[in-house]
């Protein structure tokens, strides 16, 4: 094992580390490292390809693991994973599904004030209900934008009602 690496896996007598829940928002290839965000501070987490195929690890689920300061690139994930010890059952998912289930039309903007989180991490655990066809996701454009100008999620788009989509006094949706 090169120095390097095996410095990154151990840490130094000093060095604290800390187990909090970290939810995974991209896994590179079946066989590749994944990323998360960490609950205690938003920031990064980089997870070894060990650990993240033989834990099968998928965008959207939650992690409790062991946290070090990642010190091969802190700059772009400030944390790094020395093991999971048990995947949140329940979890971040569960409970927007949960508040999708209970109806209305939600952004991750929304949720994420509910649910205390960041809007990265309530978007991303959003966009996994979404690709397991567990809730509908609504689009609007602006022409000429070619980015959405807003997105919306349910769980029942047959009943969702056009009033829901406007804007509320603070401009959101």
Not at 136 to 161: G, H, I, M, Q
């Amino acid at each position: 094992m090169n120095t390097q690496l095996r410095q990154t896996l151990t840490p130094s007598s000093d060095e604290a580390s800390a187990q909090v829940p970290v939810l995974i928002t991209k896994r590179l290839g079946d066989n590749g490292p994944a990323l998360g965000i960490s609950s205690k501070d938003g920031k990064s987490v980089y997870f070894p390809a060990t650990i993240a195929t033989a834990f099968n690890m998928a965008s959207g689920e939650t992690w409790q693991s062991d946290l070090v300061t990642n010190t091969v690139e802190p700059e772009r994930t400030p944390w790094f994973c020395r093991f999971v010890i048990a995947r949140v059952e329940g979890g971040t998912q569960d409970e927007i599904g949960d508040l999708l289930a209970d109806g209305g039309v939600w952004t991750a903007e929304q949720l994420a004030k509910v649910m205390q989180m960041s809007v990265f991490s309530a978007a991303t655990a959003l966009d996994a209900l979404y690709l397991r066809g567990e809730c509908s996701k609504f689009l609007r454009f602006d022409a000429p934008s070619s980015k959405p100008a807003n997105v919306w999620y349910t769980k029942f788009p047959e009943r969702a009602d056009v009033d829901e989509f406007e804007p509320n006094e603070e401009g959101e949706a």
